[in-house]
């Protein structure tokens, strides 16, 4: 099946500086990718919608000036973590829509802050 | 979006037929039914997905009544490896404008 990649696989930051995610299609080009959170014991939450070209659509109370999506190729979609705080420490998850939109998910990210 | 309803939690025992059942009441027309697994500090990995009927692959079987107002994921023979978290999905994967809305899931542990 087609493989979705994340990096970095885990990062350990401050409080009050920004974190960078990347989300790539190995070996399919993705249109539209998707971002979601999950917290300990928890169901995955979904973030964003990322398109290609176009700015992300936010799903409701997630902070589209926290959280920057940008969906520079068909490739790779990005997850800026914006001035991140202890409650940001989670585990990032990104997908990506196939030619026949299934979706394809990355092995996330545990973003830890200190 | 249609949702989801999983029991929380099931255990079984190594060697046996696992079956957990997800209910979907306002399931639409063109919805599919989908089902990942996720380990611990992993992304969720597709199982099996289908319109109607009974739909089986290498891992796993899917059985989905008429009205598709629920379905049933089968696992045959678990092992430990297969402790995880399940996650039924219903969602129209014929549209480009459909995203994945995840439930509770259904935490699965396998004993010796």
């Known amino acids: 099946g087609a493989v979705v990649s994340q990096h970095p696989s885990w990062v350990i930051c401050k409080s009050g500086t920004s974190v960078k995610i990347e989300c790539r299609s190995l070996?399919?080009?993705?249109?539209?990718m998707f971002w979601y959170r999950q917290f300990p014991k928890q169901s995955l939450m979904l973030m964003a919608t990322?398109?290609?070209?176009?700015?992300?659509?936010?799903e409701q109370g997630v902070e589209k000036d926290k959280f920057l999506i940008n969906h520079a190729s068909l490739t790779l979609s990005t997850l800026t973590v914006t001035s991140a705080h202890p409650e940001d420490s989670s585990f990032y998850i990104c997908?990506?829509?196939?030619?026949?939109?299934?979706?394809?998910f990355g092995p996330g990210t545990r973003l830890t802050v200190l | 979006l249609a949702k989801t309803t999983q029991p929380i939690s099931m255990d079984s025992y190594e060697g046996q037929e696992v079956n957990i059942t997800c209910s979907h009441n306002?399931?639409?027309?063109?919805?599919?039914i989908t089902w990942y697994q996720q380990f611990p500090s992993q992304g969720p990995r597709f199982i099996i997905q289908?319109?109607?009927t009974k739909v089986t692959n290498e891992v796993a079987s899917l059985f989905i009544p008429a009205d598709r107002k629920s379905s049933t994921l089968s696992l045959p023979r678990v092992s430990l490896s297969d402790t995880a978290v399940y996650y039924c999905?219903?969602?129209?994967?014929?549209?480009?404008?459909?995203?994945?809305?995840f439930g509770s899931g259904t935490r699965l542990s396998i004993r010796p």
């Open positions: 070996d399919f080009q993705a249109t539209t």
């Open positions: 997908s990506a829509r196939g030619y026949y939109n299934e979706q394809f």
């Open positions: 306002n399931i639409a027309t063109n919805d599919y």
């Open positions: 990322s398109n290609e070209g176009s700015k992300a659509t936010y």
């Open positions: 999905l219903v969602g129209d994967e014929d549209s480009s404008a459909s995203k994945i809305i």
């Open positions: 289908g319109y109607k």
